[in-house]
C-alpha cells in the first residue's frame, strides 16, 4: 500500500463548511499529489507537491487548497465545501527513481450536502 | 488540453479467454504509460508501466506501446473472474509536466465463468 493513508476515510458535511483532507506518508517520497474521481470524468488532478512548501495546482484547483509543511503530510482543504465537490478524493505518492509511477493511498469519500 | 481515450466498455470475455484492453493519447511528447486496475470502492493499484515501443511482459499481463500510432494496450492472458475491474490508462508527458499523470476514463472489464 506504499505507507499511505488518508483521514478522514468517510465524511458528510453541509454546504459553505470547510473541510480539510489529510494525506499521510511513511516512506519520505518527495511528490505528493490529490485527486478527485466522479463518474464520468475520471482521475482529476487538483494539487500537487514536489517538496515540503512547494506545490502547484492541476486541473481542477478552483475551490481547493493545499498545504505540505512536513514531509509526511499533504493536506488538501476546500475552502467552502459545494455539492460539486461530492467526490471520492485519493492521494498518491510517486515512486523514487525514473518511473515516475504513483501510488494511491485507499481514497475519503466525501458527501456536501 | 491532453487527452487519454479509452473505450468505456464493458468488455466482456469468458473465463480462460484474452481480455485485450486499449488507449490512446493525444501528447505526441507523451513519455511513460501506466495501466492501473481498479476493483469497485477501491483505490487504483499500478499494474504495469512501460516507456519504449514494443511489449513487456510481467506473468500473465503485456503492454504494448505504440508511439507513432499513439496507442498503448494490455492483454491478460488466461483471464480470471478476479480480473473483473476497471482498467485506468494513464500517460506521462514528460518536462515540464513530469511527474503529472493524465488518465483516461477507464474500461470495465468483466470476466464471466
Known amino acids: 500500500d506504499a505507507g499511505i493513508t488518508q483521514s478522514p476515510r468517510h465524511k458528510v458535511t453541509e454546504t459553505g463548511t470547510p473541510v480539510t483532507l489529510r494525506c499521510h506518508q511513511t516512506e519520505n517520497h518527495r511528490y505528493m499529489y490529490w485527486y478527485r474521481q466522479d463518474p464520468g470524468h475520471g482521475l482529476r488532478l487538483i494539487h500537487y507537491?514536489?517538496?515540503?512548501?512547494?506545490?502547484d495546482k492541476g486541473e481542477v484547483s478552483d475551490g481547493y487548497s493545499v498545504s505540505r509543511s512536513k514531509t509526511e503530510d499533504f493536506l488538501l482543504t476546500l475552502e467552502s465545501a459545494t455539492s460539486s465537490q461530492t467526490s471520492v478524493y485519493f492521494c498518491?505518492?510517486?515512486?523514487?527513481?525514473?518511473?515516475?509511477?504513483?501510488?494511491f493511498g485507499p481514497g475519503t469519500r466525501l458527501l456536501v450536502l | 488540453q491532453k487527452e487519454v481515450e479509452q473505450n468505456s466498455g464493458p468488455l466482456s470475455v469468458p473465463e480462460g479467454a484474452i481480455a485485450s484492453l486499449n488507449c490512446t493519447y493525444s501528447?505526441?511528447?507523451?513519455?511513460?504509460f501506466f495501466w492501473y486496475r481498479q476493483y469497485s470502492g477501491k483505490s487504483p493499484e499500478l499494474i504495469m508501466f512501460i516507456y519504449s515501443n514494443g511489449d513487456k511482459e510481467d506473468g500473465r499481463f503485456t503492454a504494448q506501446l505504440n508511439k507513432a500510432s499513439q496507442y498503448v494496450s494490455l492483454l491478460i492472458r488466461d483471464s480470471q473472474p478476479s480480473d473483473s475491474a476497471t482498467y485506468l490508462c494513464?500517460?506521462?508527458?514528460?518536462?515540464?509536466?513530469?511527474?503529472?499523470?493524465?488518465f483516461g476514463q477507464g474500461t470495465i472489464l468483466t470476466v464471466h465463468p
Open positions: 501528447d505526441r511528447g507523451s513519455q511513460s
Open positions: 498518491a505518492i510517486q515512486s523514487s527513481g525514473s518511473s515516475v509511477a504513483q501510488y
Open positions: 494513464a500517460v506521462n508527458a514528460g518536462g515540464t509536466s513530469y511527474g503529472k499523470l493524465t
Open positions: 507537491s514536489y517538496g515540503v512548501k512547494d506545490t
